[in-house]
């Protein structure tokens, strides 16, 4: 059978056959799209279920969006923006520059925006997976040799399981769903969740609910350790310094990645080495907060680093202002028009935030996928754990690749280096494949129990499993399948080149 003859058999099967089809257009999707035209891959595809690029940016809309990692480094390396506006950018500009990158790039008439991805299986008699998608045209079947997935892994928010939830009369949405159309003025806002969003949204709902005589309650399972934000704003002389010498910026860029590097051994060695930022967390309470219960009650009991270090000046002084109440006794249910907690107080609630997170460790987008088996890689992650090699690719799922896959996550520092360093990872494979004439590849069984038996190894000494504390980092038998627990320069060697003797290779088919 030669591969004219593969192409007309899969003919039948699909409306439409490309080389590479690409789930999702944040960071992720649109760095491999860029850098698969850059290697001259035309025939590709990028389906995005939004109706705009941009990810969790796009998605992200709440009042204080913001990235607490520093914008120079948070971006591409081959896309530097002299624009930001401050050192840690809000949100607009963090998603105006993505779609502005996306459009210098020509490649967005390869993307299918309000496409959803909605099931994927592997063929393996063509050897292309079989992707069914639904766009504003209708349904489609697309035939891909590959299938890279950059659905990313805070994509899919996690609504909190509290009885009678749903019989809240009054506006309810999540913190990555943030309805605008919701009047605030005056209100009861209630706020559960004091995770990454919520000490961002907890200071801008105060403010404009003091403005505007409202109150807020916000409902605290667990106190966060969170430290002061250093942001500053940039000068005009000094955006023009970095529009004129791209030095610079790449001088800034490498001194923020090293300074947050430095933070690695905290988290997976010594966490005492983290004392500094303890110290530098409490210094903050003290600051926001007069009032020693209230100061007591948001004081961790972890040790720091063990769920993510937030970062903000304005989230202690929000609490302590008169229009706000910190809730620290259980939620015990929610009612029509109010959130009743363990001690029988109940509060009533005009408008309720659910800022709790989103699916980490279950990523809906695996229920999606099913190898040559039949099996989906949820179910295969059920029985055996959400694992891959080099976060990447998992053995019985040819050409499938995975960008933020398992265990690639960051609590320090910026996810998009780690993308990169995958997109590398997945073109190199592809050039193999070509170069090689090979139809398909998938990781032998012992290089990813090696590499994975590695990971487990060395997270038994992170502060993440040892902190004392429970966080999305963890499934729940305690295993960390989320966070890389190396310096990530260490990542982006392990992922340089493709290494194809851990692979199985299907050899192309031929006459
Ligand atoms: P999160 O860190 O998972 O926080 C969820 C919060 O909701 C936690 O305080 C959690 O309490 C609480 N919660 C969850 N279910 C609950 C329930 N049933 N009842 C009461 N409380 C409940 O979620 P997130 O704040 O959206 O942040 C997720 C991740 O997104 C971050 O870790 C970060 O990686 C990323 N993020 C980044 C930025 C940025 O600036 N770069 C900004 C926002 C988010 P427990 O702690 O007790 O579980």
Request: proline share 6%.
């Amino acid at each position: 059978m030669g591969v004219q003859h593969v192409d007309h058999l899969v003919d039948h099967l699909v409306d439409h056959l490309v080389d590479h089809l690409v789930v999702g257009a944040g960071f992720a999707g649109l760095c491999a799209a860029i850098k698969l035209q850059e290697d001259g891959e035309r025939d590709f595809l990028v389906v995005e279920k939004g109706s705009d690029v941009g990810g969790t940016w796009r998605d992200n809309t709440y009042p204080g969006a913001a990235c607490d990692v520093p914008s120079q480094l948070y971006s591409f390396s081959f896309a530097p923006n002299p624009e930001w506006s401050m050192s840690y950018s809000p949100q607009p500009e963090i998603q105006a520059y993505l779609r502005r990158v996306a459009e210098r790039s020509g490649t967005l008439d390869r993307f299918e925006l309000d496409t959803s991805f909605d099931d994927a299986a592997w063929d393996d008699a063509t050897a292309r997976w079989i992707v069914q998608v639904t766009g504003p045209a209708g349904r489609r079947t697309i035939g891909a040799r590959t299938l890279i997935v950059g659905a990313g892994g805070l994509s899919e928010p996690r609504l909190p399981d509290i009885e009678g939830i749903e019989t809240f009369q009054g506006p309810l949405f999540h913190s990555a769903r943030w309805d605008h159309t919701v009047d605030l003025a005056g209100k009861r806002v209630a706020v559960i969740g004091t995770g990454a969003s919520a000490i961002q949204i907890v200071p801008e709902l105060q403010r404009t609910l003091a403005a505007t005589g409202g109150h807020l309650d916000v409902y605290q399972r667990t106190a966060p350790w969170v430290i002061p934000r250093n942001d500053r704003r940039y000068g005009a002389l000094e955006r023009q310094a970095l529009r004129r010498v791209p030095a610079l910026g790449r001088l800034y860029r490498t001194g923020i990645y090293w300074a947050h590097e430095a933070y690695v051994p905290a988290f997976t060695i010594e966490p005492r080495i983290a004392l500094p930022a303890r110290k530098a967390a409490e210094a903050n309470i003290r600051k926001g907060i007069g009032d020693p219960t209230l100061r007591a009650k948001v004081t961790p009991h972890f040790a720091i680093g063990c769920k993510r270090i937030l970062r903000s000046n304005t989230y202690y002084p929000a609490l302590a202002a008169d229009n706000t109440e910190l809730v620290t006794d259980p939620v015990a249910k929610v009612t029509g028009d109010a959130i009743v907690t363990a001690d029988g107080v109940e509060r009533p609630v005009d408008v309720l935030v659910v800022a709790t997170g989103f699916w980490t460790t279950e990523l809906p987008v695996t229920e999606h996928i099913s190898g040559p088996a039949g099996r989906s890689l949820a179910d295969v992650w059920r029985e055996g754990g959400m694992a891959a090699y080099k976060g990447t690719t998992v053995p019985g799922f040819p050409n499938l690749f995975m960008i933020v896959g398992p265990n690639t996550g960051q609590g320090h520092t910026s996810m998009v280096f780690i993308i990169e360093a995958q997109v590398a990872y997945i073109r190199d494979a592809i050039r193999t494949l070509r170069e090689r004439g090979w139809a398909a590849v998938e990781p032998r069984a012992g290089a990813f129990r090696r590499w994975n038996a590695d990971l487990q190894r060395r997270m038994k000494r992170t502060v993440w499993t040892r902190g004392g504390c429970r966080s999305w980092y963890l499934d729940e038998h305690g295993h960390n399948t989320t966070l890389w627990p190396k310096a990530t320069f260490t990542f982006r060697r392990r992922l340089a080149r493709f290494d194809a003797d851990a692979y199985d290779v299907r050899q192309e088919m031929t006459a």
